[in-house]
């Protein structure tokens, strides 16, 4: 059987537009009919899986797709048993703490206690305690930053990239925990094949990326 390198990007979302358009510029061409969730390239052995960005690390880890694009903070959070490859220079964003406007924050400090909302409980648990801090990590799925204005937590961690969110719902940004952008990552059970043809896809990548700088 001939190899094939199965390469997942998300299916729609802030990852979505310049993961295809990368793989484009790589040459390779696909067909990718609207609700598609795989496709297979015409001129290059590979196919693409559309998922949700929070499964491409499972996916990855477990070799469904041999290759992934995902943001930083979303490999880092699950914390799958990935390689991180290659980064992608786009999706750049940061995952933040966010308190109200009136609160007069001095320092992490100010957090001593205090319950925080967030998707990324375990990048914030990582910094609360790489600060000795000991704040309540209130995990919520979305709308976080609705959640000091209803009184569900004393503060958010989300990203943010402009901060227009959090500002639009009375938050300020008061610390910054994690920098991110969009990078690819791989499965650690690559079979010669499969490494010899992501090792193609990035020389393209890299060639991608020098042209542009
Ligand atoms: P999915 O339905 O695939 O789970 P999602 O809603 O979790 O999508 P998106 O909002 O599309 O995810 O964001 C995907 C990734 O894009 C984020 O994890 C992050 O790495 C990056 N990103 C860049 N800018 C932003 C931003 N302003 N807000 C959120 N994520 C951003
Ligand atoms: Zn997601």
Redesign the pocket.
């Known amino acids: 059987m001939s190899t094939i390198l199965r390469i997942a990007i998300?299916?729609?979302?802030?990852?979505?537009e310049d993961s295809l358009k990368l793989i484009k510029e790589c040459g390779i061409r696909f067909d990718n009919g609207a609700g598609k969730l795989k496709t297979s390239a015409t001129n290059f052995p590979a196919e693409i899986l559309f998922?949700?960005?929070?499964?491409i690390p499972g996916y990855v880890e477990d070799g469904v797709a041999h290759i992934g694009i995902?943001?930083?903070?979303?490999s880092e959070e699950t914390h799958r048993d990935v390689d991180t490859v290659h980064k992608l220079g786009f999706?750049?964003?940061r995952l933040s703490i966010g308190v109200l406007r009136e609160h007069d924050y001095k320092g992490v400090q100010d957090l001593e206690g205090k319950s925080i909302a967030t998707t990324y409980p375990r990048l914030l648990g990582e910094y609360l305690k790489a600060n000795s801090v000991h704040a309540n990590i209130h995990e919520i799925s979305?709308s976080v930053e609705i959640a000091p204005s209803i009184g569900l937590a004393d503060a958010v961690c989300?990203?943010?990239?402009?901060g227009s969110?959090l500002l639009s719902n009375g938050l300020k940004e008061v610390e910054t925990i994690f920098r991110?952008?969009?990078v690819l990552i791989a499965s650690k059970h690559l079979s010669e094949g499969q490494k010899e043809l992501m090792d193609q896809l990035l020389f393209r990548i890299k060639s991608v990326q020098v042209a542009k700088n």
């Open positions: 998300q299916k729609s979302g802030r990852l979505s998922l949700r960005d929070d499964d995902v943001g930083e903070n979303v999706s750049k964003c979305g989300d990203i943010v990239s402009s969110t991110s952008e969009a």
